[in-house]
Nanobody, 126 residues
């Protein structure tokens, strides 16, 4: 059984930093692409950053320079470092693991088939 567990969210002031963590069990972590998505109330869930099994990374244009994704295959964990938080970053952040292994044609897990965590709330006050 695959489990995806996020942690690290919280309530912070604008300009602060957070590091979100996502630990996965039940699959060969180093063979799966990982992604961080966020959902603001009233909007659809959107990918903010992904990292492939081979280490390629992508970022939503609006978060480039402030968000950094990384993975530690020894710990089965993917991280999202968020610096200089803005109120617009407030959302529930979800971690997703790709269902397929060693996918070559895309970096982000396919949302329709991914394994999802329960999400962690990030709230940024101005």
């Amino acid at each position: 059984q695959v489990q995806v567990v996020e942690s690290g969210g919280g309530l912070v002031q604008a300009g602060a930093s957070l590091r979100l963590s996502c630990t996965v069990s039940g699959l060969p972590f180093d063979a799966h692409s990982m992604g961080w998505y966020r959902q603001i109330p009233g909007t659809e869930r959107a990918a903010v950053s992904c990292i492939s099994w081979s280490g390629r990374s992508t970022y939503l244009e609006s978060v480039k320079g402030r968000f950094t994704i990384s993975r530690d295959n020894e710990k089965n964990t993917v991280y999202l470092q968020i610096d200089n938080l803005e109120p617009e970053d407030s959302a529930v952040y979800y971690c997703a693991a790709s269902r397929d292994k060693r996918v070559l044609y895309t970096v982000c897990p396919s949302p329709d088939s991914a394994y999802w965590g329960q999400g962690t709330q990030v709230t940024v006050s101005s």
